[in-house]
């Protein structure tokens, strides 16, 4: 992507000029489009290097203080391994995991929330963040896995969206049909958005991936993903039907 853009900034420069020949661009205009050129192909990757580091940086500091000295290769090394923080918080996310699935995790884990249950601020933090992770992290689930197309705000006006699972409690009674949970996100930040619910009919469910879809989002449309073989298939043809004048027309 980095590659196509900086090569359409370079070919950018060149205009008709008198007698329909190709004019060069200045040098200044050229020195622009270089130095635009390459800020878009050195800022994704500076920018991702960055926060890997500041990440990285950050586990290993923490994880320096868990590791006993005599087990630390710094103590050992004239130079710091990276990434030993990572390795250390997958080993301990691993045994607290195996811990709490056990007989005696189980009840430290249901006396720890009857604790939380007891505070009204707490309380509520938890059980939504509880319920978050639950639903986003379950092998079952097929939350925020697919990205549809739907008329919102009004009809004629559609907007990308990702659905969060088939509507379920009190609302799915209150409909007749089959309704999903579709999400709406906000450009550029997709973490901001609205819940809406949909009929299954109504939407237009897209082939590609959800990372895709969240770079169409943020871009505002700039970064386009590339189409899947074959047209779409959804709502929309059935749905594009002659306006009255043309039908009294014919």
């Given at each position: 992507m980095s590659?196509?853009?900086g090569r359409?900034?370079?070919q950018g420069g060149e205009g008709?000029?008198?007698g329909g020949a190709v004019k060069p661009p200045s040098l200044i205009a050229r020195l622009r489009t270089y130095l635009f050129a390459g800020i878009v192909?050195?800022?994704p990757v500076s920018i991702t290097f960055f926060i890997v580091w500041q990440i990285l940086e950050f586990l290993?500091?923490?994880a320096s203080r868990l590791i006993p000295a005599r087990y630390d290769p710094a103590n050992y090394l004239p130079f710091g391994v990276p990434g030993i923080g990572i390795i250390v918080m997958l080993v301990l996310l691993t045994f607290i995991g195996w811990f709490a699935a056990g007989f005696v995790g189980r009840s430290l884990m249901r006396m720890g929330e009857r604790v939380l249950d007891a505070m009204p601020v707490v309380r509520s933090i938890y059980s939504a963040l509880k319920q978050l992770f639950e639903t986003?992290?379950?092998e079952s689930s097929r939350s925020f896995r697919e990205v549809v197309m739907i008329e919102w705000p009004r009809r004629g006006v559609w907007v990308v969206g990702f659905v969060t699972g088939p509507t379920?409690?009190?609302i799915a009674t209150r409909f007749d049909g089959e309704f999903v949970n579709v999400f709406v996100p906000t450009t550029p930040n997709p973490t901001s958005g609205f819940l809406v619910f949909v009929p299954a009919r109504d939407i237009i469910r897209l082939?590609?991936?959800v990372e895709d879809g969240v770079k169409l989002v943020i871009s505002g449309g700039i970064v386009v993903p590339p189409m899947s073989v074959g047209p779409p298939a959804g709502p929309i043809a059935a749905q594009t039907q002659p306006a009255p004048s043309e039908s009294k027309a014919s």
């Open positions: 590659e196509n853009l359409r900034l370079l008709p000029g008198e192909v050195t800022a290993d500091t923490t986003v992290l379950a379920k409690g009190e082939d590609m991936p």
